[in-house]
């Protein structure tokens, strides 16, 4: 039913650093699976650079794309500072704004699009001129801190319990306890990752 991306870098036993461009290959050579990211680091990127990816991938595989979005670097150190800073990008403080970006993501790949204020003048902003739909977007965690903010904004969790193994059931708990109906979900919706070996 689906198969999702991860988003690593500087690792030579995994070969997938670029989800976007992954999910549009496995998303031409099928026709039915949901593909999608498991996740985009998003303090590496501009949430427009986002949103615009998956709205496109949205626009041309409707229905079966979904957009799991961690707050984690995905890499080491030295890789994290050339993939935020290297190239005068992604401010030194996206992990911290990772709640406010993860509303842009989702703003910007609405059909309607986002007013963005420059100059005092009010401009339109839309990830893709011609969206009809969007892609399921799932927050994706490993702590309390995306189960909260998933909860609270009426979105989907995955809890990351390959990386730690700690926490697991607190916070799929959290999650259903906070969890606030949304126009996208009405309910909680949740599964865990596992190593398999």
Known sequence: ???????????PAVASTNPPLLIAMLAAA?????????GVMLPNHAPLVVAEQFALLEAAYPGRIDLGLGRAPGTDPVTGYALRYGGGGVSQDAAERFAEHVDNVRAMMDPAGVGV???GQTHALRATPVATSTPDVWLLGSSDFSARLAARNGMPYVFAHHFSGQGTAEALDLYRSQFVPSPELAEPRTFLTVNVS
């Open 1 to 11: 039913r689906r198969y999702w991306l991860a988003e690593h870098h500087n690792m």
């Open 30 to 38: 099928t026709e039915r699976i949901r593909v999608g990211s498991g």
């Open 117 to 119: 204020t420059v100059g």
